[in-house]
Structures are given as C-alpha cells and as structure tokens.
C-alpha cells in the first residue's frame, strides 16, 4: 500500500505545524509548505517548500511545478491572517489583505493543485465560526468575519464542483485555539485542535461534503 500524502499550507507555526507534525508521525508524506521557514519546522520528517506566498500567482506555480505529477491524498488550506477592525478605525488595505489570505488564496491554491488530486483526495479549508452569519452575536472583526464568510462560499461550491471528481470538501472551524494569530489567548492548544481536526478530516467523505463543522465535531450554521 502505497504511502499516503498531505499538503500544508501555513505549516510554520501554530495549528499548520501541528498539522505537519501528526500526520507525519501517522506515516503520511508531508509537504509543508510555508512563507518563511521555521527551526521546529525543519526539525520533522517533512518536505518543506518555503517562501510561498499563497496570494501570489507565480508563487503557486512555483509550488505547482516543484510538486510535478505527485498526488495529494490531502489538501489541507490552513494559512490565515487576523486583523483587529473596529468600526470607525476600519482599514479598507487590512481588510483587502484578509480576504487575499482567507478566501482568494485557498481557492487559488486548490484549483493550482487541481491536477495533483484524484479520486478519493480531501481538501480541507480552515476556516472560522466568525465566518458564521448566524452565529454572530459580538460584532467587529469585519474584514476577518466577511473572508471567512467568503472562504465557506467558495468551499460550498468546491464542494459540487468536485463532488463529480470524487473529491470531498470540507469547512473546519478549529476552536479558540491558543496561537500567535491571538497572542496564545485561546480555549486549547494547537496540538487539540489539530488532532481533532484530523478526526474530522479522516470522517469526510462524498456523503458529508460541503459541510461546516466545529473541530469537536459539532455542526456549525452558515
């Protein structure tokens, strides 16, 4: 049985390492692919592609082009960025980049590795409850709650786009997870939440594709 393969993004640091880490010790080949590099990222049984940008076209074709025709059993889209927007303060730039790493930069990375997966492969978005309509109930975070939002649009469609191809989709909220994305203030640590979002992924199936989902398991609302 030929070794299983998963595809990082945002794999430095924080949930994305945690992400690299497990599979790796789970037996899987792991390409982590990053901005900058990290020590604790070098340090695992990984291949590391470093100095991608997800926002940027020649980038992902770098990123293409060094994976040639090697497929991916697991596309996991886990780079992300967080700003602090308060109304009256709001910085149209920050929340421009937000939706550039949030939900154009997932969607690029997929349809660039589109000839990587194959009937069978899983791509996983990371996204976020604040991406939640219905579950807003503190407000703020503007340009970080509508890329999310976005992010779920686009994984829906991804999902009956490649739902013929034999390909599954899946929308994962991590839980507040204590990372540098919000200075460590989080419920539970990036290795629990990278465990259970693993779970998660390993339950995805054509059956269950599409769907939002808490990394505890629980059903969320769009």
């Known amino acids: 049985m030929s070794q299983k393969k998963v595809l990082i993004t945002g794999a430095n640091r924080g949930i994305g390492y945690e992400f690299a880490r497990q599979y790796a010790e789970q037996g899987y080949k792991v390409t982590a692919v990053c901005r900058n590099n990290s020590k604790q990222l070098t340090e695992l049984?990984?291949?590391?592609v470093e100095g991608i940008?997800?926002?940027?076209?020649s980038d992902l074709?770098?990123?293409s082009e060094t994976l040639g025709d090697k497929k991916i059993d697991i596309l996991v889209n886990n780079?992300?960025?967080?700003h602090k927007d308060v109304l009256g303060e709001l910085d149209a730039g920050n929340i421009r980049a937000q939706f550039e790493v949030n939900a154009l930069a997932p969607l690029r990375v997929t349809e660039a590795l589109l000839p990587n997966l194959k009937e069978g492969s899983k791509v996983a978005m990371i996204t976020s409850r604040m991406g939640s309509?219905?579950?807003?109930?503190?407000g703020s975070r503007y340009g970080y709650r509508m890329?999310?939002?976005?992010?779920?649009?686009?994984?829906?469609s991804l999902s009956l786009d490649l739902k013929g191809q034999g390909i599954s989709v899946v929308l994962l909220h991590p839980g507040f997870v204590q990372t540098d994305?919000?200075?460590?203030a989080g419920d539970i640590p990036a290795e629990t939440a990278a465990e259970r979002l693993i779970q998660r992924i390993d339950q995805l199936s054509l059956d269950t594709t599409g769907q939002f989902f808490h990394s505890n398991g629980e059903s969320l609302p769009w």
């Open 147 to 156: 890329s999310k939002a976005a992010l779920n649009a686009a994984g829906k």
């Open 79 to 82: 780079a992300g960025l967080l």
């Open 181 to 184: 994305m919000v200075n460590h």
């Open 45 to 48: 049984d990984v291949d590391i």
């Open 53 to 57: 940008d997800v926002t940027k076209a």
């Open 133 to 138: 309509i219905a579950d807003n109930g503190s």
């Open 61 to 63: 074709l770098r990123l």
